[in-house]
């Protein structure tokens, strides 16, 4: 187990691990490690170089060489800000796409790990508590159901300004969802030592509780 505090946060897109996720950080004063946002970063930069997502050569390639920052709150690719372009679904279908590959999940493990420093660090993702933090004194996934987690991408962006269509959104969920869940290296699954919160009939103030709870039954002030 490591030294410095790690709660993960799985599960799949729209269940609300991301602002859970923020919220926690806030309370706890910790790091914060967005993985997807990793994963969004080298889908952005493939589409950017220009090669194709299919091309496994050149997407191993440049997981390993990734030049993504985190730098206050913003994430950069080299000299530009990606936070804001990352955040499309044509740039989620490519990244489910490429998470899939196992050489690209390996090479972007201690990029992950290192984000573990003190005083401690909240970890949103979809493998967080199974393969990259297996040893986290926390371990959350949330999930809901494939509607309720639709309304909720459709209202944010929407809210974002950005182009959305509620049947459209409801079909990328379901085949990212599928792609996550069934792929051969780590698949979107609970850890075993995992507490489930299914937050479809919950408000986002009842879920961080519920989640408090668990944190504080661990012996971490929430
Ligand atoms: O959480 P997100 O929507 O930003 O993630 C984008 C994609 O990245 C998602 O479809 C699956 C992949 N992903 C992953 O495979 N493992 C993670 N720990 C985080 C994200």
């Excluded at 790091?31 to 194709?52: C, K, P, T, V």
């Excluded at 929407?158 to 959104?169: L, Q, V």
Aim: charged content about 30%; some cysteine; aromatic content about 4%.
């Amino acid at each position: 187990m490591s030294s410095v505090p790690v709660i993960t946060v799985d599960g799949p897109s729209g269940v609300g691990k991301g602002t859970l996720s923020k919220r926690l950080v806030e309370r706890l004063g910790f790091n914060f490690l967005d993985s997807g946002a990793i994963y969004r970063a080298l889908a952005w930069g493939l589409l950017h170089e220009g090669h194709s997502p299919d091309d496994e050569a050149a997407v191993v390639q440049l997981a390993r060489h990734l030049p993504v920052r985190f730098q206050d709150g913003r994430i950069w690719y080299e000299d530009e800000d990606i936070s804001e372009a990352i955040r499309t679904e044509q740039v989620a279908g490519v990244a489910s796409k490429v998470a899939a590959i196992p050489a690209v999940r390996e090479a972007l493990l201690q990029r992950q790990r290192d984000f573990a420093r003190p005083p401690g660090l909240v970890a949103d993702g979809r493998d967080m508590g199974t393969v990259v933090f297996p040893g986290a004194q926390v371990k959350l996934f949330l999930d809901a159901s494939p509607e309720v987690r639709a309304e909720r991408r459709h209202k944010q962006l929407k809210e974002k300004g950005m182009d959305a269509n509620i049947d459209k959104i409801v079909r990328e969920i379901r085949e990212r969802d599928a792609r996550d869940r069934n792929r051969a290296v780590a698949p979107l699954v609970p850890a075993d030592d995992a507490v489930v919160i299914d937050t479809s009939d919950l408000s986002i103030d009842e879920v961080v509780e519920r989640a408090c709870e668990v944190i504080r039954a661990r012996g971490i002030d929430c």
